[in-house]
């Protein structure tokens, strides 16, 4: 008798889960049906198509000629549907953005151990460039998405010499895009011959022994990497990488294992905007990640990627046209992962 009582009680639960698994894919579907996905795409293109302010950085004098008006969205699925909306052919250079992807080859390759104790993973609460933070901890706790912990990554992606370095870097950057990148000509020379504040950094890491290749070398590989062209589904593509665990969900193809995904993103969310990272988190729950070439993109885990590309940057060296979308399409589709509805 006891037997069968826990048998009906066993199938009672099962039950119970079924249908709270149900209501909550249910609510997952309604929120990122197509045509919600669309509207909101669309209220969110009209809603900040005017916006004004910001303007484009211009410490890399190619980049104050990007035409400030650029303006595209896309949005991708982790079953690989794609969403857009306005410009999403103009290219712009990746920027910073790249440092999460060299960051994830790092970790793929070497594992977790290797960033933590090699780079560090800490914010550092100073400007993406600054000298001052690798002094204060004596090459220590720099971060990989910072210059001077970008930097090393680098420097310590597998590879001989620097034709190495550099193709296995293009690879990983390409194979989270899902198409062939290619590096923009006119802005790669810009920093290259402008570059001698990082040159500096690569130097200084080395005298603390947290530089891994030659710094010269790695400065200019660094350099190139951040010169890569990218449009906004192209973004969107790479975080939607990231969002189905390290498959690309337009090409099917597995680029990063599962665990390189678990420790690429919470380095995002605490340094991917620079100096106004806790902000972007507070406001949105969202992994993310900018460049000064006016792209942004954010990482929904297990639901979508998101990019837009605006020009036009914020005291912080965020694109402020971006931050202000994201945040709205993430609050309408309420996809904070930490917005939680109450059974």
Same mark, same amino acid.
């Given at each position: 008798?006891?037997?069968?009582?826990?048998?009906?009680?066993?199938?009672?639960?099962?039950?119970?889960?079924?249908?709270?698994?149900?209501?909550?894919?249910?609510?997952?579907?309604?929120?990122?049906?197509?045509?919600?996905?669309?509207?909101?795409?669309?209220?969110?293109?009209?809603?900040? +198509?005017?916006?004004?302010?910001?303007?484009?950085?211009?410490? %890399?004098?190619?980049?104050?000629?990007?035409?400030?008006? %650029?303006?595209?969205?896309?949005? %991708?699925?982790?079953?690989?549907?794609?969403?857009?909306?306005?410009?999403?052919?103009?290219? *712009? $250079?990746?920027?910073?953005? $790249?440092?999460?992807?060299?960051?994830?080859?790092?970790?793929?390759?070497?594992?977790?151990?290797?960033?933590? #104790? +090699?780079?560090?993973?800490?914010?550092?609460?100073?400007?993406?460039?600054?000298?001052?933070?690798?002094?204060?901890?004596?090459?220590?706790?720099?971060?990989?998405?910072v210059n001077p912990g970008a930097i090393?990554?680098?420097?310590? *992606?597998?590879?001989? #010499? $620097?034709?190495?370095?550099?193709?296995? @870097?293009?690879?990983?950057? $390409? #194979?989270?895009?899902?198409?062939?990148?290619?590096?923009?000509?006119?802005?790669?020379?810009?920093?290259?011959? #402008?570059?001698?504040?990082?040159?500096?950094?690569?130097?200084?890491?080395?005298?603390?022994?947290?530089?891994?290749?030659?710094?010269?070398?790695?400065?200019? @590989?660094?350099?190139?990497?951040?010169?890569?062209?990218?449009?906004?589904?192209?973004?969107?593509?790479?975080?939607?990488?990231?969002?189905?665990?390290?498959?690309?969900?337009?090409?099917?193809?597995?680029?990063?294992?599962?665990?390189?995904?678990?420790?690429?993103?919470?380095?995002?969310?605490?340094?991917?905007?620079?100096?106004?990272?806790? @902000?972007?988190?507070?406001?949105?729950?969202?992994?993310?990640?900018?460049?000064?070439?006016?792209?942004?993109?954010?990482?929904?885990?297990?639901?979508?990627?998101?990019?837009?590309?605006?020009?036009?940057?914020?005291?912080?060296?965020?694109?402020?046209?971006?931050?202000?979308?994201?945040?709205? @399409?993430?609050?309408?589709?309420?996809?904070?992962?930490?917005?939680?509805?109450?059974?």
């Amino acid at each position: 008798m006891y037997y069968i009582f826990l048998r009906i009680k066993q199938q009672m639960i099962f039950v119970v889960l079924m249908i709270a698994f149900i209501i909550n894919q249910g609510y997952s579907q309604t929120t990122l049906a197509k045509q919600n996905i669309e509207s909101v795409l669309n209220n969110a293109f009209n809603k900040f +198509k005017d916006l004004q302010g910001g303007k484009n950085a211009d410490y %890399i004098k190619e980049l104050a000629n990007v035409d400030p008006n %650029i303006f595209g969205i896309a949005l %991708i699925t982790t079953d690989g549907k794609v969403y857009t909306k306005g410009d999403i052919t103009s290219m *712009v $250079s990746i920027q910073s953005i $790249s440092k999460v992807f060299t960051m994830a080859k790092v970790i793929e390759e070497q594992g977790p151990l290797v960033l933590q #104790d +090699k780079i560090g993973v800490d914010a550092t609460g100073l400007p993406f460039n600054s000298i001052v933070a690798i002094e204060m901890h004596k090459g220590d706790k720099i971060n990989p998405l910072v210059n001077p912990g970008a930097i090393a990554a680098t420097s310590l *992606v597998q590879g001989n #010499d $620097s034709i190495a370095k550099w193709k296995e @870097i293009m690879k990983i950057q $390409s #194979d989270f895009a899902g198409r062939q990148l290619s590096i923009n000509r006119p802005v790669y020379i810009s920093e290259a011959g #402008d570059n001698l504040r990082n040159q500096a950094i690569a130097h200084l890491l080395l005298a603390y022994g947290r530089m891994y290749f030659d710094p010269v070398q790695a400065t200019d @590989i660094y350099t190139k990497q951040c010169a890569l062209n990218v449009n906004a589904k192209d973004l969107a593509t790479m975080a939607a990488t990231l969002a189905n665990g390290g498959v690309n969900p337009v090409t099917k193809k597995k680029v990063v294992s599962q665990s390189t995904v678990m420790y690429t993103l919470p380095v995002m969310a605490t340094a991917g905007l620079y100096d106004n990272s806790g @902000i972007w988190l507070f406001n949105s729950g969202l992994p993310a990640k900018s460049g000064v070439g006016g792209g942004m993109l954010a990482v929904c885990p297990g639901k979508f990627g998101i990019a837009v590309i605006s020009p036009p940057l914020d005291k912080f060296g965020n694109s402020l046209k971006a931050q202000k979308v994201i945040q709205y @399409i993430v609050e309408e589709l309420k996809a904070n992962p930490y917005w939680i509805e109450p059974k």
